[in-house]
């Protein structure tokens, strides 16, 4: 490992072109007292994104894909080639806002306990983005998630367990997961708990890599003095609305087996089981007549 390097910046893009271009330099403009390095994978994307980064910048490595792995497989490829001691994975539908991006890395290291660390997230109107900082989805936080009882009482401890919006969002704090759009996981505790699980194309990897750090012994944190835009959907799968809708859903089934199932009794799991499938077909339903798509899961 090269120990100049103290971040290595790693964006996985696909039919993004422009807006891979604005991140691109918003990170070079903004991340101003670090040593960092930028890779990017390229998930087969055909809108000239390999010609822009070779004649724009030619300082990030560039991973090039002839088939689009998703979003965990290719961060992993990226991870075995970064140097640095941080590890930030950034969409590319994101522009850094701060030039105090050094605050959230001094705060991990002055922290070994934390394990990942991300920062506060934006919609382009300045509201926030409540799955930047989550609670785990139990079949309880999903039951209200999903019925609506979050959103009636989002200041409520008992309803508004998995986005949190009770929290103090200008408050650094521990939660349970961050959003894999914008989260820095130290490289020793990759060493320790493994890379993203490949299992997942694209949604729920951020929330499983946050459920094995807190497993093995590290926090993760929501750092909002750090802040970024995430504009959400707009690379080439955000063309596909029914191929991320059933990859959302896909994903939210995967993690439930995987992690809670284990601790609840097997007719629970089959109440989420059938909930998670029924909101499945309900939101294809509600697509299907809707002129503008969802693209993935809507950012409150």
Not at 14 to 37: G, P, Q, T, Y
Not at 137 to 144: A, D, G, K, R, S
Not at 151 to 167: D, M, N, Q, R, V
């Amino acid at each position: 490992m090269n120990e100049e390097t103290q971040l290595s910046i790693i964006i996985v893009t696909h039919n993004a072109k422009d807006f891979l271009r604005n991140c691109l330099k918003s990170v070079f403009e903004k991340i101003k007292n670090l040593s960092f390095e930028v890779l990017v994978v390229d998930n087969a994307s055909s809108d000239g994104t390999f010609e822009m980064l070779k004649n724009e910048f030619p300082q990030v490595k560039v991973i090039f894909s002839k088939e689009n792995l998703g979003f965990a497989k290719a961060n992993n490829l990226a991870i075995k080639e970064a140097k640095g001691k941080y590890i930030f994975l950034l969409n590319p539908d994101t522009i850094l806002l701060d030039e105090n991006f050094e605050r959230l890395i001094d705060f991990a290291q002055k922290n070994p306990d934390v394990g990942a660390i991300g920062p506060k997230v934006l919609n382009s109107d300045f509201t926030i983005q409540h799955q930047c900082k989550r609670g785990f989805p139990t079949p309880w936080n999903i039951f209200c998630y999903l019925s609506g009882l979050a959103k009636i009482f989002p200041k409520s401890k008992i309803f508004a367990g998995y986005l949190l919006t009770y929290l103090d969002t200008e408050k650094i704090q521990e939660v349970d997961s961050l959003s894999g759009c914008a989260m820095v996981v130290k490289r020793e505790v990759i060493e320790k708990v493994g890379m993203m699980d490949e299992d997942y194309y694209l949604y729920g990897d951020d929330l499983d890599w946050c459920y094995r750090i807190k497993s093995a012994g590290w926090k993760v944190v929501y750092f909002p003095e750090t802040k970024i835009i995430h504009y959400g959907g707009k690379g080439g799968t955000g063309k596909k609305p029914y191929f991320n809708i059933y990859h959302f859903y896909r994903s939210a089934f995967i993690f439930y087996r995987k992690h809670p199932a284990k601790k609840y009794f097997f007719l629970i799991n089959w109440l989420v089981y059938l909930g998670i499938f029924s909101r499945f077909l309900m939101v294809i339903i509600i697509n299907f007549f809707k002129r503008e798509k969802t693209i993935g899961s809507k950012k409150p």
